[in-house]
Nanobody, 115 residues
Framework: QVQLVESGGGLVQPGGSLRLSCAPS????????MRWYRQAPGKERELVAS???????MYADSVKGRFTISRDNAKNTVYLQMNSLKPEDTAVYYC?????????WGQGTQVTVSS
């Protein structure tokens, strides 16, 4: 069973940056979408950013202009560059990789923005 391994979370001051990475433990074929979600305490999980086959990207309004999603097709790895971080960005961030047969999820990585 392929698992997604996330890294890059941590504690950062407001205005700072973090880069999240998500790599599968094995091969995933025919990927059609790679996404980052987040879930803050007491809130529902929300879609933060996605990148689909062809390279089109989508961002939640709350992160537009601050976050950038990218991918390395050779490694099936997806990244989330987060700049100008705000306290309201504090959450557990989850990566998701989808193909026609499966929906893979990472274990989550904590991002805390605080002074």
């Amino acid at each position: 069973q392929v698992q997604l391994v996330e890294s890059g979370g941590g504690l950062v001051q407001p205005g700072g940056s973090l880069r999240l990475s998500c790599a599968p433990s094995g091969s995933i074929f025919s990927i059609h979408a790679m996404r980052w979600y987040r879930q803050a305490p007491g809130k529902e999980r929300e879609l933060v950013a996605s990148i689909i086959t062809g390279g089109s990207t989508m961002y939640a309004d709350s992160v537009k202009g601050r976050f950038t999603i990218s991918r390395d097709n050779a490694k099936n790895t997806v990244y989330l560059q987060m700049n100008s971080l705000k306290p309201e960005d504090t959450a557990v961030y989850y990566c998701n990789i989808a193909n026609p047969w499966n929906n893979y999820w990472g274990q989550g990585t904590q991002v805390t923005v605080s002074s």
